[in-house]
């Protein structure tokens, strides 16, 4: 799979739209995917002929998304999401290392089909494990991944999501926690 063309525009009433496009190399596929942030996406998919350039068609996507005013959200405008699962060991165990995979597959799922944004990583440590976002809707983000964690049984008792604005990555605050009050730490 080729590089993945992510916009966003507002309407007029301000709701938060997105269109994104990649070329898929294993199925010959150009694939479009598109709606409403936060709810769940439309996607078309067309054969593409043999020798046809991938490069080209996200040029003209890309192209057609500008022309019809959409735009891409700078990393500095979008916010650092990170659900942060408390583990029972400082390093982790096995059990928690497939934790953090599920979790990283599930999310990124949740988050990519409702233009939420993109998992960047995750790490274990400190008796916790992170996996790290980054998100336009930092909301419907935070929503979008309680709902996956239910869903998933990722040990939602012990889920906390903290955000901050990427351009001040030093500024999370807890957006949900297991315990009333609870604090945050990476």
């Known amino acids: 799979m080729s590089g993945i063309i992510r916009m966003y525009k507002r309407d007029g009433e301000g709701v938060l739209h997105f269109r994104e496009a990649w070329f898929d190399d294993a199925d010959q596929h150009f694939v479009i995917n598109y709606g409403v942030v936060g709810h769940q996406s439309t996607t078309d998919a067309a054969a ?15 192209a057609q998304c500008e022309e019809d005013g959409y735009t891409v959200i700078p990393d500095s405008e979008q916010f650092r999401v990170v659900a942060q699962f408390a583990l029972k060991s400082k ?22 089909w409702r233009g939420l944004g993109v ?4 790490g274990m440590g400190n008796s916790r494990l992170n996996i790290f976002c980054l998100c336009p ?19 939602f008792t012990k ?3 903290a955000a901050a604005p990427a351009s001040d990555p030093d500024a999370f605050k807890v957006k949900h926690s297991p315990r009333q009050g609870g604090g945050f730490t990476l």
């Open 48 to 62: 593409v002929e043999e020798g046809t350039s991938a490069a080209g068609l996200l040029a003209a996507f890309e």
């Open 91 to 112: 390093d982790g165990t096995e059990r928690d290392r497939h934790l953090e995979q599920k979790a990283k597959e599930v999310i990124t799922a949740e988050l990519a």
């Open 119 to 122: 998992v960047e990583g995750s």
């Open 137 to 155: 809707d930092v909301n419907k983000a935070v929503n979008a991944i309680k709902v996956c964690a239910r869903a998933e049984d990722l040990d």
């Open 159 to 161: 889920l906390t999501i």
